[in-house]
């Protein structure tokens, strides 16, 4: 009806315009519409009479001016203050896809290795190095263990690294990653580095740098041992002089694993590189 385009027209200048007060003659002309709306009841906004009836149309218009600003705020909050909401995750290559570590030379990629009850490793492996049992990656052409990556489940040190007997430390190792590696900083068997925090796979641990004594001479890999591995009792032995190890503890859900990073000092610096490279790829995943 045009009675309603004229009041919404009005109240609508009112409203834009921010007045506070309203003038007679605007107050007038509203009210002078008001009678002449046809609505289901007789006289509506009959009651609009008296002194207080611009008080009244002071509260109405007020309120409606309140829904507006409010409305206007949600608006502007929604859009502009809100926090973005996160990206969905982008899916990763299922665990499953990716290939064991065969043995012998490989391929450079991604493999899997050492599987666990809880925990298996995947990592990145340049071309041209070999893998040794799906547990150990080494450089081709390098006396055994002289330069690689191995992965272990030692639950204790050996007290003599030279000693044919292999007997095992008394107390032994306790079982979280710090008593790892303050057993390892501590043994006088080699000369080790405090131990310094670092992030595999965005999981804290700890890393311990040992050196191998340079004299006497191993001759064989067993004449210096480190550890015995508690899964399948195979003793981690070092037959370099003077080779640097690495030894990275991590706590991974429960299960402290050890792996450990051999090269010579004298290595050239591709080689060293790569194996750095190797370290920083490691990623542990639910046993397949």
């Given amino acids: 009806m045009n009675e309603d385009r004229d009041f919404d027209r009005l109240m609508r200048t009112w409203l834009e315009g921010g007045s506070t007060q309203l003038s007679d003659r605007v107050l007038d002309a509203v009210l002078a519409q008001l009678p002449q709306v046809q609505q289901r009841r007789a006289r509506p906004f009959g009651w609009l009479r008296g ?7 002071f509260v109405v218009a007020g309120a409606a ?8 705020i949600g608006f502007v909050t929604s859009s502009v203050g809100d926090s973005p909401q996160p990206a969905p995750p982008v899916p990763s290559a299922a665990t499953s896809d990716i290939p064991d570590l065969p043995g012998g030379n490989l391929d ?4 899997r290795l050492w599987p666990r009850a809880l925990v298996s490793v ?6 041209g190095w070999e893998s040794y049992e799906r547990w ?3 450089l081709p052409g390098a006396s055994p263990g002289s330069m690689g990556l191995a992965f272990w489940n030692p639950a204790n040190l050996y007290e003599d690294p030279r000693s044919s007997t292999r007997e095992p430390r008394d107390p032994p190792v306790g079982a979280s990653v710090e008593d790892f590696a303050q057993a390892l900083a501590d043994h006088p068997g080699w000369v080790a580095e405090p131990p310094r925090r670092v992030v595999i796979d965005g999981r804290e641990g700890l890393l311990v740098r040992i050196t191998i004594p ?3 001479e191993i001759p064989v890999c067993e004449s210096f041992a480190l550890w015995k591995d508690a899964a399948d009792g195979r ?22 694993i050890v792996f450990s990073a051999q090269y010579d000092p004298e290595a050239p610096p591709d080689q060293a590189a790569a194996l750095r490279r190797m370290v920083d790829s490691v ?6």
Avoid: K, M, Q
């Fill in 235 to 256: 003793s981690y032995c070092v037959r370099v002089p003077g080779a640097v190890v690495d030894v990275y503890i991590v706590d991974v859900r429960g299960e402290r």
């Fill in 283 to 288: 990623r542990f995943d639910p046993a397949p």
């Fill in 65 to 72: 001016a309140a829904v507006v600003v409010a409305l206007g």
């Fill in 122 to 127: 995947t990592l990145e492996v340049p071309g």
């Fill in 214 to 216: 340079p004299e006497p």
């Fill in 136 to 138: 150990a990656i080494n």
């Fill in 108 to 111: 450079g990629g991604t493999y």
């Fill in 51 to 57: 002194p207080d009836r611009r008080s009244v149309l």
